[in-house]
């Protein structure tokens, strides 16, 4: 951070003293990564409307990384490039590098170029944002359109190479959508970064099941931005590769660890640890996990239990090392303060507390105390308006399963307004097994993602 403040003041003192001083430049062409994959590059693109689909930079057909590699930015460490023989893909952070920096024409929309969170107002916050403005720091999605050649879509991955997201710092709250779906496992990763220097990263996130479906139109969209919050949390993304079904990772390490609770210290045991989904296993009876394979990088580690609030730790993990990290989860707060807290600090809520007979939509007894907080909270705060989102996990039909978390969320609702809240402060949504937010494959996900999510509603 340190490092950060002082390039940032340097930086400043350029721009407001000397208006002709500049941030130094690489003196040599920028070098590409000594392991970057030989890639067959795309047709040059012509000019096209901005509602087109733009073409990738690069595109790579059973490579060493996947049956389909689609590459979104060229990778140049934002026009400052590499030291002679260094390898991104092994996890090695980047020096630090000079700013405020601009894209070229040639960059894809989104890449190599600083972005503010668009909720961003007169917050003060870092030097991305003291030394950039709209319009040009507007986020801006990430587009293209490729073609699969008859692949099926199994898997997917996105590895990212990200630099000074910082929203434990500044306080963001990252959101991520691809194809116009929110996608929160994507955001956990985000979100529970603490970049300082600045400093280039790679990021891995594996897409769960029930997300894959987004690519199989053969069109990417991502955008990441945080509208809600007045934070000063610039950040930038050099690259973004698309890896359809995914092959062995080729630079991983091992990351050790131990889940307590946050208050008592103790051992949590069914936790559910994840990296980035790239590998995940639940905690035994002393809290304790380890997990091999996990791609080389910055590794975000979460733990998630229906009791507790998830918690997120990150780490740098070069290939052939081990890292190990605490993760310390503190227990729900299903009271009405500890509501609105969360909803003014993230936006949502996940209650684990609000229960349905068997594939029914009828309330049983024991959800009463969760629902009178929620009744408690919209009685204090008389101008909230929410989102009543039913989740369910992916055992049964899709169909199936959004009608039943509709009527579930309807259930809710009328629970509520039974209860003398005005029907037009709650929506009612049914999700049903489309957003999870941990892997179906074990029991400890599947709970996870059978859930009631409140949501402050749009407006």
């Not at 590699?69 to 996890?91: A, R, Y």
């Not at 080389?296 to 190990?324: I, M």
Request: net charge negative; with cysteine.
């Amino acid at each position: 951070m340190q490092i950060h403040r002082t390039i940032a003041a340097a930086t400043l003192a350029c721009l407001l003293v000397l208006s002709a001083c500049k941030p130094g430049q690489p003196s040599a062409t920028p070098a590409q990564p000594a392991a970057a994959p030989a890639a067959t590059a795309a047709p040059a693109a012509t000019p096209t409307p901005a509602d087109a689909w733009p073409q990738p930079d690069k595109v790579e057909r059973d490579g060493p990384d996947a049956e389909l590699m689609v590459q979104i930015g060229d990778i140049d460490n934002f026009g400052f490039g590499f030291p002679d023989g260094f390898n991104l893909f092994t996890g090695r952070s980047t020096p630090v590098h000079s700013y405020p920096f601009k894209p070229s024409e040639t960059d894809a929309s989104g890449t190599d170029r600083i972005m503010v969170p668009s909720g961003f107002n007169s917050a003060s916050g870092d030097g991305y944002t003291a030394s950039t403005a709209r319009p040009d720091n507007e986020p801006r999605p990430l587009r293209v359109a490729f073609d699969l050649d008859g692949i099926e879509v199994k898997r997917a991955a996105l590895q990212l190479f990200v630099d000074d997201f910082q929203a434990r710092v500044w306080g963001a709250t990252y959101r991520v959508w691809i194809n116009g779906t929110e996608v929160p496992t994507v955001a956990t990763t985000l979100n529970a970064l603490d970049q300082t220097g600045p400093i280039g990263k790679l990021v891995t996130i594996e897409l769960l099941p029930e997300q894959v479906g987004l690519l199989r139109e053969g069109k990417f969209e991502m955008k990441i931005d945080d509208p809600s919050h007045d934070v000063a949390d610039g950040f930038a993304l050099d690259f973004v590769r698309i890896l359809i079904n995914p092959k062995p990772w080729r630079y991983t390490g091992t990351v050790h660890g131990i889940a307590i609770d946050e208050q008592s210290g103790a051992p949590l045991a069914g936790v559910l640890v994840s990296a980035s989904n790239t590998a995940q296993m639940s905690t035994g009876a002393d809290g304790n996990f380890s997990m091999s394979g996990v791609p080389a990088g910055l590794a975000v580690v979460s733990g998630s239990h229906p009791d507790y609030q998830a918690a997120t730790e990150s780490a740098d993990l070069v290939a052939g090392d081990d890292v190990r990290v605490v993760l310390r989860l503190k227990a729900a707060e299903n009271t009405s303060a500890g509501m609105h807290e969360q909803l003014d600090r993230i936006g949502r809520i996940d209650l684990y507390g609000v229960y349905f007979d068997t594939d029914k939509d009828s309330l049983k007894p024991e959800s009463d105390a969760v629902l009178n907080q929620v009744l408690d909270l919209l009685k204090q705060y008389p101008q909230l308006h929410l989102v009543i989102a039913g989740h369910t996990d992916a055992q049964g039909s899709d169909d199936h399963n959004r009608d039943l978390s509709n009527r579930r969320a309807q259930s809710v609702v009328a629970w509520l307004v039974g209860r003398g809240i005005a029907a037009d402060r709650l929506q009612a949504e049914g999700h049903g097994e489309s957003q999870p937010v941990a892997s179906n494959d074990t029991a400890e996900g599947r709970a996870l993602n059978r859930r009631v999510e409140l949501r402050k509603a749009d407006g």
